[in-house]
């Protein structure tokens, strides 16, 4: 049945912190890289009505470090920031974070939400590098993310694509520079157009910063997410849930609805924008979920997310897609 939009709008618009060493966090073994979640692992209390909880997590630095414990953020910044705080770097330093594991896997990245019991490692910068790269054709088989706090990474490298036979790039490395123009600060969808709208039949030229490794992760380079990841989101008893704007909440975890919602418009985000953004899928879930029809979903789209300028076909397709979620037929 055909949907119409109409009247729709385009607006252009200290808490303490310590290191701990070799000490894992709630329900965990060990301290070090690789540490494994134990069995019946006891959980964080619950706050007591009325209060604001006081939630504490546990860190790493994913190529080794002391345990450092973490509390009072309520955004992605203000986490980096408090992890710098504990190991003693700035928070530019910090590309991403990966939740419940040391190595760089595209499935466990830190989002908009965190897992109570989630343990958190953090990917600092290492070897910066220049890479050459012939467009040989439009597609160049990247999907683009970013950290939440103005670094933009490679999340995917698509098989036998062209970035995937330059093999000195590597999923999670931070583009810092296309052909000499920072990127630094620029959201993940910017950089993304900007890639794609390169011209064909020309070489380019992107400055990189991959992670710091450790000897024992040097891996195969496409390690990296699957395509439409299946990871859930936080394994703990709730989710504290952060937000560009506002303070951060404790929620239950995602129903089975939402998750579903949540990975479809992740993959229809990465098909049309070639990013893949849990907290940005998160968020146009919740503003569709209750809405009646396609012209109410719209007006609410563009109130609170504006800025992207979402073309009508995608707000249909994300329509659909949280109409199927909630029918039972994705």
């Not at 050459?132 to 670094?151: M, P, R, Y």
């Not at 990465?270 to 907290?279: A, F, K, N, P, V």
């Amino acid at each position: 049945m055909p949907l119409g939009l109409k009247g729709r709008r385009k607006n252009k618009s200290r808490d303490s912190s310590t290191l701990v060493e070799n000490e894992g966090g709630p329900g965990w073994r060990g301290g070090g890289p690789g540490a494994t979640p134990s069995a019946g692992g006891p959980g964080l209390p619950a706050p007591p009505p009325h209060a604001r909880p006081k939630l504490v997590f546990h860190t790493q630095l994913a190529h080794g470090s002391p345990t450092g414990r973490i509390e009072g953020f309520s955004n992605v910044r203000e986490l980096y920031s408090k992890i710098g705080e504990v190991f003693n770097i700035p928070a530019s330093e910090i590309l991403f974070c990966t939740l419940n594991t040391h190595r760089i896997d595209m499935d466990k990245l830190l989002g908009g939400q965190i897992g109570l019991e989630d343990f958190i490692f953090a990917h600092t910068k290492g070897l910066k590098k220049e890479v050459d790269v012939f467009k040989a054709q439009e597609a160049l088989g990247l999907t683009i993310t970013d950290n939440g706090a103005g670094f933009a990474f490679i999340k995917r490298i698509k098989e036998g694509s062209i970035i995937d036979q330059v093999k000195v790039i590597c999923v999670g490395d931070h583009i810092e520079s296309i052909n000499g123009r920072g990127v630094v600060g620029c959201r993940h969808y910017e950089v993304a157009k900007m890639l794609k709208e390169l011209p064909k039949g020309q070489a380019f030229r992107l400055k990189l910063v991959e992670t710091t490794k450790a000897f024992e992760l040097i891996e195969p380079r496409s390690r990296g997410g699957k395509l439409g990841g299946e990871g859930k989101i936080g394994t703990g008893r709730g989710t504290l849930r952060l937000r560009s704007k506002g303070p951060a909440t404790v929620e239950e975890l995602p129903t089975e609805f939402e998750e579903k919602a949540i990975s479809k418009v992740d993959d229809l985000l990465e098909s049309y924008m070639g990013i893949r953004d849990t907290e940005l899928a998160a968020t146009m879930v919740e503003v569709g979920k209750d809405k009646k029809n396609p012209d109410e979903f719209a007006v609410a789209l563009d109130e609170a997310l504006g800025d992207f300028a979402f073309p009508d076909e995608f707000v249909f397709d994300i329509w659909g897609a949280i109409g199927d979620a909630k029918n039972g037929r994705l």
